[in-house]
């Protein structure tokens, strides 16, 4: 502390200043450390919540991607029936398949048609499958379509056409008897990406 006069005519004025240490460097340096800690404390919960963000990004995306291939899978796959259904009334009906893009295994018409039932190399119903030797293949864009056709069931029907009309089978009287036939369609749709579906249904035709 110092002190000084002022030169008034009231007389000598007397002011006290307290005088401030200045911080070491070494105070300095602690400080420096202490704030760049602090910074590097922040800038990696930035950078994890950054990488936790992309993640999570990242992630909707693929979710958000497999669910519509497994829908176009799937729709692929619901529209191998009506195909099936057209090619086993060209087969009954003796008229060749009418579609350039669809293949047609060889022995389908015996399937179709319950030919040569006990000679699977005539007749390969009891081995096929969508994977395995598919009765029906087409393809288009990125999407491949695999069906297997069973014939299942064939039973005799008695009634009049009212009965078969209303899916009445095996009542009433009169008219003559008809055949009732089962076919059960096992259609595979295929993404490139890899998305798979398959859908089962069956198939009733009255003779």
Same mark, same amino acid.
């Given at each position: $502390?110092f002190?000084?006069a &002022?030169?008034?005519? #009231?007389? *000598?004025? /007397?002011?006290s200043?307290?005088?401030?240490k200045?911080?070491s #460097?070494?105070? &300095? &340096?602690?400080?420096?450390?202490?704030? $760049?800690?602090?910074?590097l =404390? =922040?800038?990696? @919960?930035?950078? $994890?919540?950054?990488?936790? @963000?992309?993640?999570?990004?990242?992630? %909707?995306?693929? +979710?958000?991607?497999n669910?519509?291939?497994?829908k176009?899978?799937?729709?692929? @796959?619901?529209?191998?029936? *009506?195909?099936a259904?057209?090619i +086993?009334? %060209?087969?009954m009906?003796?008229?060749?398949?009418s579609s350039?893009?669809?293949?047609?295994?060889e !022995?389908?018409?015996?399937?179709? $048609?319950?030919?040569?039932?006990?000679n699977?190399?005539?007749n390969?119903?009891?081995?096929?499958?969508p994977e395995?030797?598919?009765?029906? /293949?087409t #393809?288009?864009l990125t !999407?491949t379509?695999?069906i297997?056709?069973?014939r299942?069931?064939?039973?005799?029907?008695?009634?009049?056409a009212?009965?078969?009309?209303?899916?009445?089978?095996? +009542?009433?009287?009169g008219?003559?008897?008809?055949?009732?036939?089962?076919?059960? +369609?096992? #259609?595979?749709?295929?993404?490139?990406?890899? @998305?798979?579906?398959?859908?089962? /249904?069956?198939?009733r035709?009255?003779?």
């Open positions: $502390m002190t000084f &002022l030169p008034l005519s #009231s007389g *000598p004025l /007397t002011c200043v307290p005088l401030t200045c911080p #460097s070494e105070t &300095l &340096l602690e400080e420096r450390g202490a704030i $760049m800690v602090v910074a =404390v =922040v800038m990696s @919960a930035l950078i $994890m919540m950054g990488s936790l @963000a992309m993640m999570i990004t990242v992630t %909707e995306t693929n +979710i958000s991607r669910l519509r291939m497994a176009e899978a799937f729709y692929v @796959a619901d529209g191998g029936y *009506p195909l259904v057209a +086993i009334e %060209e087969v009906n003796q008229v060749p398949c350039s893009r669809v293949t047609v295994d !022995h389908l018409p015996n399937e179709v $048609m319950d030919y040569y039932r006990d699977v190399l005539l390969d119903y009891k081995g096929d499958s395995n030797s598919p009765d029906i /293949t #393809s288009f !999407h379509l695999s297997d056709i069973d299942t069931h064939t039973s005799v029907l008695y009634g009049g009212a009965a078969f009309g209303a899916g009445g089978e095996n +009542i009433g009287v008219g003559g008897a008809c055949k009732k036939i089962l076919f059960e +369609i096992t #259609s595979e749709g295929c993404m490139k990406g890899g @998305a798979l579906s398959r859908v089962i /249904t069956v198939y035709k009255i003779l």
